[in-house]
């Protein structure tokens, strides 16, 4: 009994040091001070929604800090008391720390998924970027059946979606859409999604219903919208008026409403064609560009760029992040986690969470290693 007990106490405090060593502390006791003095100026409070984002991230790093703090305190008291405690002692404070044990190993286990969302941008909303790779129409299809997983998965979530933009292929899917969804931690949740999706199966599209191999690219960045001010100067923009692409027939809008703006200087493209009003495209061009031009200035910076983007990686064999196989056998694989799901429609109509969470867990398991 003492010795499982001492070992228990052991276990604990290993996976507490784990935690420990992914966090500095000094580093976020500077932020939590540096947040506490943004929350006390009052240009802050004329842009509400800025001041209650902030007050929503300083009250969540002083809670990780607080549990943090002492659930370590708890655990070294017990180690120490383990220590010099005579078999008895152990055996009666066994019996007596049941209850406090598991609240401290729940705590824990808490902490490790906090970690999982510990990133600067984990709590900003998404946009991603879908594009069909080599692949021919198989690929634009194999877009399309994408763009429908993200929206069925943000469904099932409760999130809001928003199709920004779409450009469909000439016989079947789309080249490309732009989706933003918004919610809580989504881009924590999907910023492993970035890469090379791989496809195969017996192509609908040709005749000899051969099987066929198709790639698409999906980025991810965190939509900085409501979190920055970025100026644009208008000398630097080109904007441009087109009427939105679609399937044909009435979907086809016949006034130029769809919005394409060219940012002259970095050479950022952003064309959205989801609203009937030109105006309102307009704006959310605009909303796009500039967390585009942020996402810019943070890939200056080499670590930055891989964190939140990767580098950029053609759609082609080689770089797939995940394969989804549907013949001659059915599973989805992910690449760099080795997890793997049998149930190929599953995934596809947007039961995602199993998969994004494997990819979480795998992120802090590398960080510690």
Do not use: C
């Not at 790779?133 to 929206?151: K, T």
Request: charged share 30%.
């Amino acid at each position: 009994m003492v010795f499982d007990f001492k070992r228990k106490i052991q276990d604990l405090r290993v996976s507490m040091t784990e935690i420990i060593s992914m966090v500095d502390m000094d580093k976020l006791k500077d932020e939590i001070n540096l947040l506490e003095e943004k929350s006390q100026s009052p240009e802050l409070w004329k842009n509400g929604k800025k001041g209650s984002k902030l007050m929503a991230t300083l009250a969540s790093k002083k809670s990780f800090f607080k549990n943090i703090d002492q659930l370590n305190s708890s655990l070294e008291s017990y180690f120490q008391l383990s220590q010099e405690a005579s078999v008895d002692d152990i055996n009666m404070l066994e019996k007596d720390s049941v209850d406090d044990l598991k609240s401290i190993e729940k705590g824990i286990e808490d902490l490790k998924t906090e970690l999982q969302f510990s990133g600067e941008y984990d709590n900003l909303d998404a946009l991603i970027t879908i594009s069909g790779g080599a692949g021919g129409v198989d690929a634009q299809d194999w877009a399309s059946m994408i763009l429908r997983m993200y929206l069925r998965w943000a469904d099932k979530r409760k999130f809001n979606t928003e199709l920004l933009s779409t450009s469909p292929g000439e016989e079947a899917g789309i080249k490309s859409a732009m989706l933003r969804i918004s919610g809580e931690k989504v881009f924590g949740l999907l910023k492993g999604e970035k890469g090379v999706h791989r496809l195969v199966r017996l192509s609908p599209f040709n005749s000899a219903n051969l099987r066929h191999t198709s790639f698409a690219l999906v980025e991810v960045i965190p939509d900085f919208q409501d979190s920055t001010d970025v100026e644009i100067n208008t000398d630097d923009l080109k904007i441009e008026a087109f009427k939105a692409s679609g399937a044909g027939g009435q979907s086809v809008q016949k006034n130029s409403s769809a919005i394409r703006l060219t940012h002259k200087p970095s050479a950022i493209v952003v064309s959205v064609q989801n609203e009937r009003s030109q105006s309102q495209n307009k704006n959310i061009a605009m909303q796009i560009l500039k967390t585009r031009l942020v996402d810019l200035e943070i890939q200056k910076n080499k670590e930055k760029e891989n964190e939140l983007k990767g580098e950029f990686v053609s759609a082609e064999w080689g770089n797939q992040v995940r394969s989804y196989v549907l013949h001659p056998y059915t599973l989805v694989k992910d690449i760099r986690t080795g997890y793997e799901v049998a149930d190929v429609n599953s995934v596809l109509d947007g039961n995602l969470d199993h998969i994004l969470l494997e990819f979480l867990k795998f992120s802090i398991k590398s960080q510690i290693n």
